[in-house]
T-cell receptor, first 108, second 119 residues
C-alpha cells in the first residue's frame, strides 16, 4: 500500500467548475505539500500545511490530521489550471514522499 | 523572483558513461535535494544535503551516485556508469529551512528538471 494515495487519478472538468482533489496518507507526518507539475515537467509548490486550511487565490488546501486526509480545491476552474497535482508528505526527516498525482484537464 | 536553475535541460548518454547534472539553488537557501521521476511514475527522493554533507539518502542513492557543492552556488549530482534504468527526469530543489526541533518546516522550490536519457 502506498503511503500517499490520491484520488481521482484523472479528472476532467468544464471551465468554471469547482474541483476537489483528495489525498490520504497512512503515516504520521510533519507537513503535507500540494504541488503542481505542469506539462513541461517542472514542479511548483502550491501549499505546505500541517493543520487547518490555507488559501491562495482560487486555490484552497485543507488538512485533517486526525483523519489523515487533505483536499485541494480549485474554485472557478480555468483551462490554464490543467496540470498534474501532486500530494506529498514529510515524516521524520526532510524527504518528501509523493503520491501518484492527479491529472486535471479543464476544458473551455 | 528567485528560482532554482538546472542544466542541462536534456542529456542523452551511452550506457556506462558518467553524467553530471548541475543545479544552482536559490542563493540564501541552505538545504538542497535531488529527486527523480521515471517516465510515468511518481517522483522519488534521492538525497538531501546540508552543511556540505549528505543529511539523508534513499535506497536508490547507492554508490553509483554522488553529490557535491563545489563552490558557493552550484550543487551537482554525479551518476557514474549510467544504466538504462537511470533514464528519468532529475529535479533539484532547495529550501531556506530544514528541520527545526525535529520538524521539517521548509517549503521546497524545484528546478525545471534535467531529463536524462541513457541509450
Amino acid at each position: 500500500k502506498n503511503e500517499v494515495e490520491q484520488s481521482p487519478q484523472n479528472l476532467t472538468a468544464q471551465e468554471g467548475e469547482f474541483i476537489t482533489i483528495n489525498c490520504s496518507y497512512s503515516v504520521g507526518i510533519s507537513a503535507l505539500h500540494w504541488l503542481q507539475q505542469h506539462p513541461g515537467g517542472g514542479i511548483v509548490s502550491l501549499f505546505m500545511l500541517s493543520s487547518g486550511k490555507k488559501k491562495h487565490g482560487r486555490l484552497i488546501a485543507t488538512i485533517n490530521i486526525q483523519e489523515k486526509h487533505s483536499s485541494l480545491h480549485i474554485t472557478a476552474s480555468h483551462p490554464r489550471d490543467s496540470a498534474v497535482y501532486i500530494c506529498a508528505v514529510t515524516t521524520s526527516g526532510s524527504r518528501l514522499t509523493f503520491g501518484e498525482g492527479t491529472q486535471l484537464t479543464v476544458n473551455p | 523572483e528567485p528560482e532554482v536553475t538546472q542544466t542541462p535541460s536534456h542529456q542523452v548518454t551511452q550506457m556506462g558513461q558518467e553524467v553530471i547534472l548541475r543545479c544552482v539553488p536559490i542563493s540564501n537557501h541552505l538545504y538542497f535535494y535531488w529527486y527523480r521521476q521515471i517516465l510515468g511514475q511518481k517522483v522519488e527522493f534521492l538525497v538531501s544535503f546540508y552543511n556540505n554533507e549528505i543529511s539523508e539518502k534513499s535506497e536508490i542513492f547507492d554508490d553509483q551516485f554522488s553529490v557535491e557543492r563545489p563552490d558557493g552556488s552550484n550543487f551537482t549530482l554525479k551518476i557514474r556508469s549510467t544504466k538504462l534504468e537511470d533514464s528519468a527526469m532529475y529535479f533539484c530543489a532547495s529550501s531556506a529551512v530544514g528541520r527545526l526541533a525535529g520538524i521539517f518546516a521548509g517549503e521546497l522550490f524545484f528546478g525545471e528538471g534535467s531529463r536524462l536519457t541513457v541509450l
